[in-house]
Structures are given as structure tokens and as C-alpha cells.
């Protein structure tokens, strides 16, 4: 299995995604921004976040060009079932696709993922942002996580081996 890992300079947070997810997103990848959740778990230390899967837009999500609003039609669903499986899995953050090379959050991505964090019915004072870029290869996809501590600066999660 491949990995993509992401952690911050300073160690404190991490992110394990298996590129099969990368794979997922770039297969879809069209001309409009897309995205959804990130669901998995974190290891026993809470350092980092293992991405399992990542849930397809909800329907009632709406996109463009350049802009991508995520619904909630079926999450609440989609949770609990996980919740309820073999394996434990939850709510970590959001991804979305970005159709362009060029993969720098947005200032309404940075609000919204600030407001997340903030936000206790999403339990999670950490949440993470993957944002996927067009591929520049076939079945190579750019991509940059972003963890948003609660009270504190957001922080990319980068290749500790670059």
C-alpha cells in the first residue's frame, strides 16, 4: 500500500492518506470544483489522522468553476454507520478538487475551516483540509493538507521527507 503523509514543521499533527483516495478524487476530476469529507481515525496518540475514505458531495451540494458549497444531504447517515462498523470510523475534515494546478486554499476555504473548528457539533477541534489538484500526469495528483487547530493558526501538513 502507498502512502501520502502530511506533518506539521513543528510535529504536532500529522495525516496518513492512502493514494488509492488520491486515485478516487483524480478519476472523478472534472472541469468544477468538487469535494466532500475526509472519514477515518486517529492513532492512539492523537498525533495523526488516518484518512480511510473520503464520501462523495452529498447531493444537495452545489459547485462551479471556481467555487464549491458541500451539502449535507445523507452525512448524518453516512456517520452513524460508521460509527456503528467494525472499525470505528468518524468525521476529520473536509476535501475538495480544485481543477487547476495551482492547489492554494481560498480565503472562503480558510473561513469555513476556522468556523469548523469552532463549531462543536462537528466534534472535531482539529479538522483537516485536502485539497487535490488537476493531475499533471495521469494518475499523478497534486495535493496540500491543512490541519485547523481550534484557537490556533492553521498548519500544512507537509512530506517530513522533502
Known amino acids: 500500500m502507498n502512502h501520502w503523509i502530511g506533518r506539521a514543521l513543528d510535529g504536532t499533527y500529522g495525516i496518513i492518506v492512502d493514494t488509492a483516495i488520491f486515485d478516487r478524487i483524480c478519476d472523478d476530476a472534472d472541469e468544477i470544483e468538487t469535494g466532500g469529507v475526509l472519514v477515518g481515525y486517529y492513532t492512539e496518540d492523537r498525533t495523526t489522522a ?32 460508521r460509527w456503528e462498523a467494525r472499525q470505528r470510523t468518524y468525521y476529520l475534515g473536509e476535501w475538495h478538487y480544485h481543477p487547476a494546478t495551482d492547489i492554494e486554499p481560498s480565503g472562503d476555504d480558510l473561513s469555513q475551516m476556522l468556523k469548523i473548528s469552532m463549531d462543536s457539533r462537528y466534534q472535531c477541534s482539529e479538522p483537516i ?15 496540500r493538507a491543512f490541519v485547523f487547530p481550534r484557537g490556533e493558526h492553521f498548519k500544512e501538513l507537509v512530506d517530513p521527507a522533502k
Not at 452529498?58 to 445523507?74: A, E, Q
Not at 483540509?129 to 495535493?143: D, E, H, S, T, Y
Open 50 to 81: 488516518i484518512v480511510t475514505e473520503v464520501a462523495l458531495p452529498p447531493p444537495d451540494s452545489k459547485s462551479g468553476k471556481t467555487w464549491f458549497h458541500r451539502g449535507r444531504g445523507g452525512l448524518r447517515r453516512l456517520f452513524a454507520q
Open 129 to 143: 483540509m485536502l485539497i487535490v489538484g488537476r493531475p499533471l500526469i495521469k494518475g499523478m495528483c497534486p495535493a
